[in-house]
């Protein structure tokens, strides 16, 4: 069992930056995938990154490569969204999610807990 809380979310100026921290407590946390995944108003959910359990691979959506990092640091059970450059379609309930068996997937149904989500806010 893996319970996750998110935090970091707020208003951001478009251009500005924000680091979503998602605090995990069970024992499998530091052998599980780790995901991102964003939800709009009107809009599917839909994933934004993931990192295997060791940490040294990492994958993410076309839309935020290259804008957005995740990480983890599984002394702390935390793993972390860094968004730098941020868009006002950025704007979403971003959760994170985790898969004791997997190495990192994009696909929603493979991850097995959830956050509450935590609203990210774009202003143009």
């Known amino acids: 069992q893996v319970q996750l809380v998110e935090s970091g979310g707020g208003l951001v100026q478009a251009g500005g930056s924000l680091r979503l921290s998602c605090a995990a407590s069970?024992?499998?946390?530091?052998?599980?995938?780790m995901g991102w995944f964003r939800q709009a108003p009107g809009k599917e959910r839909e994933f934004v990154a993931a990192?295997?359990?060791?940490?040294?691979?990492?994958f993410y959506a076309n839309s935020v490569k290259g804008r957005f990092t995740i990480s983890r640091d599984n002394a702390k059970n935390t793993v972390y969204l860094r968004m730098n450059s941020l868009k006002p379609e950025d704007t979403a309930v971003y959760y994170c999610?985790?898969?004791?068996?997997?190495?990192?997937?994009?696909?929603?149904?493979?991850?097995?807990?959830w956050g509450q989500g935590t609203q990210v806010t774009v202003s143009s």
């Open positions: 069970g024992r499998t946390f530091s052998t599980s995938a």
């Open positions: 999610a985790a898969d004791p068996y997997g190495s990192g997937s994009p696909t929603i149904t493979d991850y097995d807990y």
């Open positions: 990192i295997n359990w060791t940490g040294r691979s990492t």
